[in-house]
């Protein structure tokens, strides 16, 4: 079955540290991963995924597949980053998405 | 442009009472809708996905429902409100068949008493 695993509930860092939020995914074929991120007071909305290959907010995250993780990274944490963050699998043949149960990403000042 | 709504914002419901929540898209046509419940610690859990007027897939056993009335009217229901049917309720929609971006709504707090 598929499956996305988040270890981290909750993650702390510094203004202007490195940041890494770990996903990872139980998937025997070609995966369609995505990262959705809901601010304060904001919706959920989509930051990226990974057919894009693209860097968004400075955030980008790349598909491993011996590893079967789709981590995200930043390398200077800014305040503005703080939020809930999902990592989110696309079922195969459907327009589904699987969510992982999210990391809240803390920066402080 | 699109937008989705969703409404009421909170509501409060003693246990035993019926629901409905409604979501509706404007800007698009034929999407896919979905209802998710999302619970601290438990992420976003699909409830019901759409595909059409009259379709829906449920995607877990429970007291509540869904229906879609038009093509982008989405209704969550439940006759009898269970203490655990508290939570935040989101829908959101999606262009059929393409990579999947999905647009949430601003979401419903559901508090049962």
């Known amino acids: 079955a598929q499956r996305v695993t988040q270890p981290e509930k909750l993650l702390s860092v510094f203004k202007g540290a490195p940041v890494e939020l770990k996903c990872n995914y139980s998937?025997?074929?070609?995966?369609?991963l995505f990262w959705y991120v809901q601010y304060s007071r904001q919706r959920l909305q989509l930051l990226l995924r990974?057919?894009s290959r693209e860097s968004i907010k400075g955030f980008t995250a790349d598909l491993n597949k011996g590893e079967t993780s789709f981590h995200l990274k930043k390398p200077f944490a800014q305040e503005e980053d703080s939020a809930m963050y999902y990592c989110?699998?696309?079922?195969?043949?459907?327009?589904?998405?699987?969510f992982g149960t999210g990391t809240r990403l803390q920066v402080f000042p | 442009s699109q937008t989705i709504h969703q409404w009421p914002a909170t509501l409060v419901q003693p246990v035993g009472s019926p629901l409905s929540l409604e979501c509706t898209v404007e800007?698009?046509?034929?999407?896919?809708l979905y209802w998710y419940r999302q619970a601290a610690g438990r992420g976003l859990q699909l409830l019901f996905y759409?595909?059409?007027?009259?379709?829906i897939s449920s995607e877990v056993p429970q007291n509540l429902s869904a229906s879609r009335p038009q093509d982008r009217q989405f209704i969550l229901s439940s006759k009898k409100l269970l203490l655990s049917d508290s939570g935040f309720y989101l829908c959101?929609?999606?262009?059929?068949?393409?990579?999947?971006?999905?647009?949430f709504g601003p979401g419903t707090r559901l508090t049962v008493l």
């Open positions: 989110a699998l696309k079922r195969p043949a459907t327009d589904k998405l699987i």
């Open positions: 800007g698009t046509s034929n999407p896919n």
């Open positions: 998937y025997s074929g070609s995966p369609e």
């Open positions: 990974h057919i």
């Open positions: 959101a929609w999606s262009v059929q068949r393409s990579h999947n971006e999905q647009f």
């Open positions: 759409s595909v059409g007027i009259g379709q």
